[in-house]
């Protein structure tokens, strides 16, 4: 199995920041990442994917990393605003499966303030 | 939305009595999944299909069991439903990588 851990429940941050957001894996290293957001009441929503031979990919102002030898995935938000805040979860492909299954993370809860 | 719904949106029923949750598809999706999220706990699988009669367990599976006869509806069964299963159900479908996720099922047990 797959333990992740997202590095906070929550995370505060004021407008035009940056937001980091953090996910580390345990075990064996997945052919790929993913990272979604979640709103209250409502299902998950996919942001971005990141392959392992991938060390970067950026989608308007999200950028996310992906380190396998540190086991962790960065989700940065650039020039945040209000509209960003969310729940963010990441979530990481079983080992060998082709049916889709994905391990989620708790999720990382962002509030960002005018 | 890839063009998941689910029915009911919420529902309360007592410990004891059997629920069926419906997932249906329009998109001719082959895999579909049902987790439950719970606080403290994220979303975790249930169960899965990955085409109609074709169906597999997934980390928290007791209790429940599903059923696919078609292609575009999936169903998850609470046979005699607990407290524990209290909790907020997604169906979710997989497409490219992907998944995209039902609105959700709201699911009180008294």
């Known amino acids: 199995s797959q333990k992740i851990e997202q590095n906070s429940e929550a995370l505060n941050i004021q407008e035009g920041k940056t937001a980091t957001l953090t996910c580390n894996y345990t075990?064996?290293?997945?052919?790929?990442l993913q990272w979604y957001r979640q709103d209250p009441g409502r299902g998950p929503v996919f942001l971005l994917l990141i392959r392992e031979n991938e060390k970067e990919k950026r989608k308007e102002r999200l950028k996310v990393t992906f380190d396998t030898t540190l086991k962790q995935s960065l989700f940065h938000i650039t020039a945040s605003q209000p509209a960003d805040s969310a729940t963010y979860l990441c979530?990481?492909?079983?080992?060998?499966?082709?049916?889709?299954?994905?391990?989620f993370g708790r999720g990382t809860q962002l509030t960002v303030w005018p | 939305d890839a063009g998941i719904t689910q029915s009911p949106r919420h529902k309360v029923t007592e410990t004891g009595t059997p629920v069926t949750l419906r997932c249906h598809q329009t998109?001719?999706?082959?895999?579909m999944y049902w987790y439950r999220q719970d606080p403290g706990h994220g979303l975790r699988l249930i169960h899965y299909?990955?085409?109609?009669?074709?169906?597999d367990k997934g980390e928290v599976s007791d209790g429940y069991s599903v059923s696919r006869s078609k292609t575009e509806d999936f169903l998850l069964t609470l046979e005699s439903a607990t407290s524990s299963q209290t909790s907020v159900y997604f169906c979710a479908i997989t497409a490219q990588d992907e998944q995209f996720f039902g609105p959700g099922t709201r699911l009180t047990v008294l």
């Open positions: 075990n064996y290293s997945p052919a790929y």
């Open positions: 998109e001719n999706h082959r895999y």
């Open positions: 979530a990481l492909p079983l080992r060998g499966s082709t049916l889709g299954r994905l391990y």
């Open positions: 299909s990955y085409g109609v009669k074709d169906t």
